[in-house]
């Protein structure tokens, strides 16, 4: 009897459920192969994501060069196409009106104040070399019309007189203000008739939009401030671009007023373009 038992647990030892080495193997095999199909499927959609990011910056960037130039282009006081790849332009900088004239300078009202509204709005400081337009009228049945010349020198005055509260260009408490004062060049042939308190005034900046080379295969559009027939450093605003020979920038005049301006972008098949009609405060 206990002879039987002894072979009964044998036998039970020898055929108790299991996976035998072959089975093991192939469960390895196979579990080996579910690991590289799911490491293929995740780098396929690392590497399509990868790419979507890298189309969507390189869109970004041509629509940032596109807002770029519109924005600029749109309210200049002048917009020269140069070929078909860039384009110089008088950004304005400031505006307002005259409180205080005479035959060498203008005076500008305050442009911060603590009380009321100032009448003068400015951006950026004005600098020799800026344009400095007037808007003058030779006489009552002539049109008004825009009169440009260059600033000679800027300096900056304070006090009641000019400009002060008697005027009505600043309240009592601003009297102490700073008043900018502008030396033109020349003063307009009109100005002894033109030229007076309250008359207009714009200040604007002359500047080139183009590609430019910015090292490492990249091109970028650049923006450089141009006066006294010189253009300055360049400046980046938007990109990368495509190359020139590329059509990384091109800009035409389709109408008075109107420009026709694309874009191309590396890593991107189409062209962005954009219609930019200028307004009429700016022509």
């Keep these: ?12 030892a020898r055929h108790r459920p299991g996976f035998m080495l072959a089975e093991a193997l192939c469960a390895l095999a196979l579990a080996a192969l579910l690991g590289v199909a799911c490491a293929t499927a995740l780098g396929g959609v690392r590497r399509a994501m990868v790419a979507g990011e890298s189309r969507a910056r390189a869109e970004r960037a041509g629509i940032e060069a596109l807002e770029v130039i ?15 790849t860039a384009v110089e332009l008088t950004v304005r900088i400031a505006s307002g009106v005259v409180c205080m004239s005479d035959s060498t300078s203008v005076t500008l009202p305050p442009v911060r104040v603590a009380t009321g509204k100032s009448l003068m709005a400015r951006v950026q400081p004005v600098e020799p070399g800026d344009e400095l337009r007037f808007l003058t009228r030779d006489s009552t049945r002539s049109p008004a019309r825009w009169e440009a010349v260059l600033v000679d020198s800027v300096g900056e005055r304070s006090g009641e007189s000019p400009c002060g509260s008697a005027g009505g260009y600043v309240d009592a ?5 700073l008043r900018m004062r502008l030396v033109p ?3 307009p042939v009109s100005a002894g008739s033109g030229v007076r308190a309250g ?9 080139r939009l183009a590609l430019y080379n910015a090292g490492r295969g990249e091109w ?6 141009c006066a006294n027939g010189t253009c300055g450093v360049v400046q980046p605003v938007a990109g990368p671009l495509r190359t020139p020979a590329a059509g ?3 800009i035409r005049e389709r109408a008075p007023g109107v420009l026709d301006v694309s874009v191309a972008v590396p890593g991107i098949a189409w062209v962005l373009a954009a219609d930019v009609t200028r307004t009429d405060v700016g022509r």
Excluded at 1 to 12: F, I, L
Excluded at 70 to 84: C, E, K, P, T
């Design 173 to 177: 408490a601003d009297a102490s203000a």
């Design 199 to 207: 008359t207009a005034v714009r200040i604007g900046r002359r500047g």
């Design 248 to 250: 990384g920038l091109r």
């Design 1 to 12: 009897m206990t002879r039987g038992v002894q072979r009964s647990a044998a036998w039970s």
């Design 220 to 225: 970028m559009l650049g923006w450089r401030r």
């Design 185 to 187: 060049r020349v003063m």
């Design 70 to 84: 519109a924005a600029l282009a749109r309210d200049a006081d002048s917009v020269v196409v140069l070929g078909d």
